[in-house]
């Protein structure tokens, strides 16, 4: 054995050292790549990971505030007709109770039309008879809003004249009673009542969306 070591040169002895040296380095080298690789490898799933969870966390949130705008949404739609609803029941509790105090005036027309005392304790006569005028049911009309057109002509000639003055048709008796002349005064405050509950409605729910 000695002297097969004695046959081998110092130059193979020194490419021999020269090959391990090189071979531990490659494997050294080798390892810290691996190393290095699995290193890499690891931070890129742990950032990846962290990337997708983050994404996630935006994509819930993202989610979330898109349902509670939808939540609002809809909340302020019920409360928007909630308030339609109670002013829609207010206006109909309004004309139920205009037709009521209607129909309690109405059941009194004939009491205060045909009977008066000339004091407290003085028997009850028939209600003397009222003329109302052409002109007074003209003005009366006009007044609620009611258009007449009625021609003024002369009693006698059937010529047209003037609105006022002598002979003129405002002048003529309407024939229109007392009973009649309340049971219009009585219909047309319902009317009236009814556009000033919805009129107020209409006031209410302008400021109440300004709001």
């Known amino acids: 054995m000695?002297?097969?070591?004695?046959?081998?040169?110092?130059?193979?002895?020194?490419?021999?050292?020269?090959?391990?040296?090189?071979?531990?380095?490659?494997?050294y080298r080798q390892e810290g790549y691996d190393d290095g690789f699995a290193l890499g490898t690891a931070n890129g799933d742990k950032i990846?990971?962290?990337?997708?969870?983050?994404?996630a966390?935006?994509?819930?949130?993202?989610?979330?505030v898109a349902a509670d705008a939808a939540n609002k949404a809809l909340a302020d739609l019920?409360?928007?007709?909630?308030?339609?609803?109670?002013?829609a029941r207010q206006l109909a509790d309004t004309k139920d109770n205009l037709r009521k105090t209607t129909d309690k005036?109405?059941?009194?027309?004939?009491h205060v039309t045909k009977l008066y005392r000339r004091a407290l304790n003085a028997q009850p006569e028939p209600l003397p008879v009222a003329v109302f005028t052409t002109g007074f049911v003209r003005v009366w009309n006009t007044a609620n809003g009611i258009s007449t057109a009625m021609p003024?002509?002369?009693?006698?000639?059937?010529?047209?004249a003037p609105s006022s003055g002598a002979g003129t048709a405002d002048d003529l008796d309407s024939g229109l009673g007392q009973d009649q002349l309340l049971t219009n005064q009585v219909r047309n405050g319902e009317l009236h009542g009814i556009c000033r509950a919805?009129?107020?409605?209409?006031?209410?729910?302008?400021?109440n969306e300004s709001k």
């Open 198 to 207: 919805q009129l107020n409605n209409l006031i209410d729910w302008t400021l």
């Open 2 to 27: 000695k002297r097969l070591l004695d046959l081998i040169s110092p130059a193979t002895w020194c490419v021999a050292l020269i090959i391990a040296v090189v071979y531990g380095l490659h494997l």
């Open 48 to 55: 990846a990971a962290d990337l997708r969870e983050a994404f």
């Open 57 to 64: 966390h935006e994509k819930l949130g993202l989610a979330q």
């Open 152 to 160: 003024a002509t002369n009693s006698t000639s059937g010529t047209s």
């Open 78 to 87: 019920r409360a928007e007709q909630a308030k339609g609803y109670q002013l």
């Open 105 to 110: 005036l109405t059941g009194e027309i004939t």
